[in-house]
């Protein structure tokens, strides 16, 4: 994990880690209003997502929901996943991975607005 970004701009929003672990990682991801992350997997690694402040909308292998302030939920490994904000203000929540690899290149995107690829 040397050399690895601890914060990044994306065409969405932000992301920061806040902290890091042979064990696990957790971010800080902010998405703006009216943007929307990659529809993307995972092969090592599950995620739990706490809603911080704003509404986002959460699509778990075609299924959604709404994530509000202080509700959690977990994508298990392999589960196809996409973090939206359809609101007015930031969507912020936090994103503690756990499993056996955390890099940026275990992300398999199956539809991006963004034509990003991988």
Same mark, same amino acid.
């Given at each position: 994990? !040397?050399? /690895?970004?601890?914060?990044?701009?994306?065409?969405?929003?932000?992301? /920061? %880690? @806040? =902290?890091?672990?042979?064990? *696990?990682?957790?971010?800080?991801?902010?998405?703006?209003?009216? $943007?929307?992350?990659? *529809? $993307?997997? #995972? !092969? $090592?690694?599950?995620? %739990?997502?706490? !809603? =911080? =402040?704003?509404?986002?909308? @959460?699509?778990?292998?075609?299924? $959604?929901?709404?994530?509000? &302030?202080g509700q959690t939920i977990e994508v298990p490994i392999g589960? =196809? #996943?996409?973090? !939206?904000? &359809?609101?007015?203000?930031?969507?912020?929540? @936090? /994103?503690?991975q756990l499993g056996s690899y955390f890099g940026e290149d275990? @992300?398999?995107?199956? /539809?991006?607005? *963004?034509?990003?690829?991988?």
């Amino acid at each position: 994990m !040397a050399g /690895e970004k601890l914060k990044d701009e994306r065409p969405w929003g932000t992301w /920061e %880690i @806040i =902290a890091l672990d042979p064990a *696990y990682k957790i971010k800080r991801i902010v998405v703006r209003p009216g $943007q929307r992350l990659s *529809y $993307q997997k #995972h !092969a $090592q690694r599950r995620e %739990i997502w706490t !809603a =911080a =402040a704003g509404k986002g909308l @959460i699509t778990l292998d075609g299924k $959604q929901l709404e994530l509000s &302030p202080g509700q959690t939920i977990e994508v298990p490994i392999g589960c =196809a #996943h996409r973090v !939206a904000n &359809p609101g007015k203000t930031d969507f912020v929540f @936090i /994103e503690v991975q756990l499993g056996s690899y955390f890099g940026e290149d275990d @992300i398999v995107r199956l /539809e991006d607005d *963004y034509g990003r690829s991988g």
